[in-house]
């Protein structure tokens, strides 16, 4: 499966972003689907993550009550919605399938797209 990430841009500290993440080559209802961002200087981290339906939902401490991840199987979209932005979620985010429901285990990336956050 392909994915490719967009949405990013630049947003001041208090705003927000949907990010969005399409899929091409297979169906991602096959797959649950996750978000991670790696900071300047940083390893990349977990941020969201989906199950196969959208039934099951988890996050980073860091994200939670202001991230929520959700999916359209049916336009093969997976998305993460970012309120409440802050400086320190500054990072290139990126979207991965797995056949694993998890915050770890991924198998295809996308390549990421840029979000900045101004104070």
């Known amino acids: 499966v392909q994915l490719q990430a967009s949405g990013g841009g630049l947003v001041q500290a208090g705003g927000y972003l949907r990010l969005s993440c399409a899929a091409s080559?297979?169906?991602?209802?096959?797959?649950?689907m996750g978000w991670f961002r790696q900071a300047p200087g940083k390893e990349r981290e977990f941020a969201a993550a989906i199950s196969w339906s959208g039934g099951s939902t988890k996050y980073a401490d860091s994200v939670k009550g202001r991230f929520t991840i959700s999916r359209d199987n049916a336009k093969n979209t997976v998305y993460l919605q970012m309120n409440s932005l802050k400086p320190e979620d500054t990072a290139v985010y990126y979207c991965?399938?797995?056949?694993?429901?998890?915050?770890?285990?991924?198998?295809?990336w996308g390549q990421g797209t840029e979000v900045t956050v101004s104070s």
């Open positions: 080559g297979r169906t991602i209802s096959n797959y649950a």
């Open positions: 991965a399938a797995s056949t694993i429901y998890s915050s770890a285990w991924y198998d295809y």
